[in-house]
């Protein structure tokens, strides 16, 4: 049944306008009668952030934005499901068209905006699966007009901590303008004692929340420096590399599609977000975990992202293009990778290539 329903959703998502595609597959995803995929080997078992995932393997924010479906991804065999971005209040984002798909480049590009049906909304569908079980992850932005846009990441972790499994700060989109400028060390660094303080406050009746960081592959070097001090310093328990990237490698084959305004993913994105990944780890010294994330479409992507710092890896992109085989794909070759290399438990592979990876020359 996975497998015919993954067919389907491929074919739907080439045949259509790449958001009505979306739409669809988000409706397949509703009403098609999914079984459980195979329960997963222990070996693929992963703690992080005080939580215990079954398998290593999530879905990245942007294809659940309102918390819609999250059950039947996990049933697909996701280890857990980042759902959002979520916004205080409804909003429209920008106008359509506002999604493209690069097919030469198997790369997508979007300025989507944080198209959102509201807190409201989402609050309630994931109150409503709250003994379901499952790690869901909450992504959380700011309305675009907010006048104090610090205040609604306070007033997102506040209604959001009690049902979510993680709550993930984004400040690293480049749809909403200015947003990206919240990484900007002063800004952050107000940003985070609130948002720490939101969490901490609430934690009696809420129970522990993790909280991530989530930020742009774009960074300067110079200013992730300054990110992973301040998470580390304000002490959140995570984050998650990267975003899209506005950059456009000169490797792109569709040019006119490139041309259009929005943020990169999918298999271009691969090698800036991975660098960004294993430079992160080096500043972060194992204080806290990562979850890598950002052109991963095939199984040797995936392990190329645990070996550059990632504790947990997230797919969307690569989604589009190989379907949903692509998840069992992936946590097979975890385990042959850890039957081949004689190692005791996924621990062992996270960022054993990040120091060579940060000495290769920067991805053009």
């Known amino acids: 049944m996975i497998g015919w329903f993954g067919r389907l959703a491929r074919w739907s998502l080439n045949s259509l306008d790449p958001e009505d595609a979306h739409a669809l597959a988000v409706k397949l995803l509703k009403f098609a009668p999914l079984p459980r995929a195979a329960r997963d080997d222990p070996r693929l078992a992963t703690r992080a952030f005080g939580l215990n995932f079954p398998n290593p393997v999530g879905m990245a924010a942007g294809f659940d934005k309102n918390a819609e479906v999250p059950n039947a991804l996990l049933r697909l065999g996701f280890g ?15 106008p ?40 869901v992850g909450i992504n959380i932005g700011a309305n675009k007009d907010a006048p104090d846009r610090i205040a609604d990441y ?35 660094d107000n940003l985070l004692a609130r948002v720490v303080e939101a969490r901490e406050r609430v ?17 300067s070097l110079a200013n992730l420096d300054d990110v992973v001090g301040i998470a580390r310093s304000r002490r959140v328990d995570g984050m998650i ?18 041309k259009e305004e929005g943020g990169l993913s999918g298999r271009p994105l691969f090698p ?5 990944l294993a430079e992160t780890y080096v500043r972060v010294e194992g204080v806290f975990p990562l979850i890598g994330v950002g052109g991963i479409d095939s199984s040797a992507t995936a392990l190329a992202k645990f070996r550059a710092g990632a504790s947990l890896i997230q797919l969307y992109s690569g989604l589009v293009f190989r379907g949903l085989g692509l998840i069992a794909e992936i946590k097979a070759a975890l385990l042959a990778a850890l039957q081949n290399e004689r190692l005791d438990s996924l621990i062992d592979l996270i960022g054993t290539d990040a120091a060579a990876v940060t000495a290769e020359p920067w991805p053009g």
């Open 203 to 219: 934690t009696a009746q809420a129970g522990p929340t993790p909280v991530l960081l989530k930020i742009a592959p774009d960074l």
């Open 154 to 188: 306070v007033r997102l972790i506040e209604r959001f901590a009690a049902v979510a499994g993680y709550v993930a700060v984004n400040i690293s989109s480049p749809n909403t303008p200015g947003l990206r400028d919240m990484q900007r060390a002063a800004l952050l």
């Open 241 to 258: 590399v990267g975003n899209t990237t506005l950059k456009r490698p000169t490797s792109l084959y569709d040019k006119a599609r490139a």
């Open 80 to 94: 857990f499901v980042e759902v959002g971005t979520i916004t205080p209040l409804p909003q429209a984002g920008n």
């Open 96 to 135: 359509r068209p506002r999604l493209f798909r690069l097919d030469a480049d198997c790369g997508v590009i979007n300025r989507l905006g944080f198209n959102s049906q509201g807190a409201d909304a989402v609050l309630k569908r994931l109150a409503a699966r709250a003994d379901a079980g499952g790690i």
């Open 272 to 276: 800036l977000a991975t660098r960004m």
